[in-house]
């Protein structure tokens, strides 16, 4: 894959990472570890991230702790999923691609039920989303969670295989709880003004920089905007990229939203709520879903590149790579993003509807996703693993089950 260096396409370094290009599949959670386990399907999804010719393909989501979890049938990190995610760089490797593993944990709006304990997040609240009051978070917790970051991260590189790990510090998990003043109402030096709401999230990435060695990129995705009055605004998202950069983390992926109030900020478009219904495993959440659905879940319109303008003034402001994310569509789009200055562009649902589009783009073949943003494919995360629902319009493969 080569180019002239400004191009898409023309090999880039993500820190110490050589990189084919400068395509990213973002994290989009798969649903396709049942019992928390990689399954086949989950490595097969990656290895055509792969061979499809992103540069770097994100696998979704891993709690760096049980407690973690918002899906029963999620991973955390432990010693069992390793050989099952070693299967998964050993096929996204031949196929040119680098392997990130995105880590996270979800704070207050963690499942009581797959955490097998009362969540906890930056101060006591009630989750509407989980209808769970959470604690709040000791400094023996936050000890405790630091260490499992660290210990995720190794097992991600030194057993796994990974080239990379994305922390997750967007989208209102645990780091995006500490970060955000609706979250974090602390009083100690873990709170108030952005200086303290930042201290935890950077204690990790600090953490975890110095335990995964020189050779490994880490990065973190963090929000513009949690997307609602009295969240994290673009301004502070400005000061956590520096602080973020100083810690010595390798790039940045700029999202936004706050997946307990504004889940489809960083989506924007249509609500699939009929099939979210028949999807939902749960019947108090079918029940809720069903009535309330459309009233809980603000709707944000969808237009490509929505969150280019502030992700320009954090670029903007940072010297390492960011990478553009949230509708990115076009071959134009993708070349005016990396004109500007973006190290990287992301993408999630074009690629799950078409997981060989860069390939397409770069032979020339396509000049645009045919993937329309339904967003079915995240009603499908509970209903056997995601799939484009439209897949007569795409590449994505067919689920087997
Ligand atoms: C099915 C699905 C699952 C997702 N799961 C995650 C996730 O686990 N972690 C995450 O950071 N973002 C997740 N996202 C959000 C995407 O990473 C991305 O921010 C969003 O899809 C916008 O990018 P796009 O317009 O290229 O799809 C998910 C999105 C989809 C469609």
Request: charged residues 20%; neutral net charge; contains cysteine.
């Amino acid at each position: 894959m080569n180019g002239p260096a400004d191009s898409p396409f023309a090999p880039t370094r993500l820190g110490p990472l050589s990189l084919r290009n400068r395509l990213i599949r973002t994290a989009c959670f798969e649903g396709l570890t049942p019992s928390g386990l990689p399954s086949d399907q989950l490595v097969e999804h990656h290895r055509l991230m792969a061979e499809g010719g992103v540069g770097m393909t994100t696998v979704a989501y891993c709690s760096v702790a049980r407690d973690g979890l918002t899906f029963e049938h999620q991973m955390h990190a432990r010693a069992e999923i390793a050989p099952g995610l070693k299967r998964l760089t050993d096929a996204v490797h031949p196929a040119g691609a680098a392997a990130c593993l995105q880590l996270g944990h979800a704070g207050y709006f963690a499942s009581p039920s797959a955490a097998g304990t009362r969540p906890l997040g930056a101060s006591p609240m009630m989750c509407t989303y989980t209808l769970t009051r959470c604690r709040a978070a000791s400094e023996q917790d936050l000890e405790r969670l630091t260490a499992d970051f660290v210990a995720a991260a190794r097992l991600a590189v030194q057993e796994c295989g990974f080239d990379a790990v994305e922390l997750h510090m967007g989208h209102g998990y645990l780091l995006s709880q500490f970060l955000s003043p609706y979250t974090n109402r602390r009083k100690d030096r873990f709170g108030g003004d952005l200086e303290g709401r930042l201290r935890f999230p950077l204690q990790v990435a600090r953490a975890v920089r110095e335990a995964i060695g020189a050779d490994r990129a880490v990065i973190a995705k963090i929000n513009l905007s949690d997307g609602f009055a009295k969240g994290l605004d673009v301004a502070e998202a400005i000061e956590v990229a520096r602080a973020l950069e100083a810690a010595g983390l390798d790039g940045l992926v700029l999202s936004g939203g706050f997946v307990s109030k504004t889940p489809f900020y960083m989506l924007r478009g249509d609500l699939p709520v009929a099939e979210m219904v028949r999807n939902e495993p749960k019947l108090l959440r079918r029940t809720g879903l069903r009535l309330f659905g459309r009233m809980f879940v603000p709707r944000h319109d969808y237009e490509d590149l929505f969150f280019l303008d502030e992700a320009r003034r954090v670029k903007d402001a940072v010297g390492i790579p960011v990478s553009l994310l949230g509708g990115v569509r076009t071959l134009a789009q993708i070349e005016q993003a990396v004109s500007e200055g973006f190290g990287f562009v992301s993408m999630g649902r074009p690629l799950i509807h078409m997981p060989d589009l860069p390939r397409r783009m770069q032979a020339g073949e396509l000049t645009a996703s045919p993937c329309e943003p339904c967003n079915r494919c995240v009603a499908e995360m509970e209903a056997g693993g995601i799939r484009c629902t439209h897949p007569e319009l795409g590449s994505g493969p067919a689920r087997s089950s």
